[in-house]
């Protein structure tokens, strides 16, 4: 196990940061999305998917 792990090294910690950098940009939408905040970044006045993304009780932008 001890040989596996110093022979690819290099590959773990590309993949551990490749995970720790999916795992912020989920955690960054979630909370925009508590915030009230569209994922997209745009108003959501003529966008079709308006009523997806946020609740029916919201004034939309």
Known sequence: ?????S?????ILVAL???GL?????W???VQKKKGN???G???GYCPNAGT???KNENKP
């Open 1 to 5: 196990m001890l040989d596996f792990l």
């Open 38 to 40: 569209c994922g997209c």
């Open 17 to 19: 940061i490749v995970l």
């Open 53 to 55: 993304c946020h609740n």
């Open 7 to 11: 022979q690819n090294w290099g590959s």
């Open 28 to 30: 960054r939408l979630r």
């Open 22 to 26: 999916c795992g912020l940009a989920v």
């Open 42 to 44: 745009g108003s959501c």
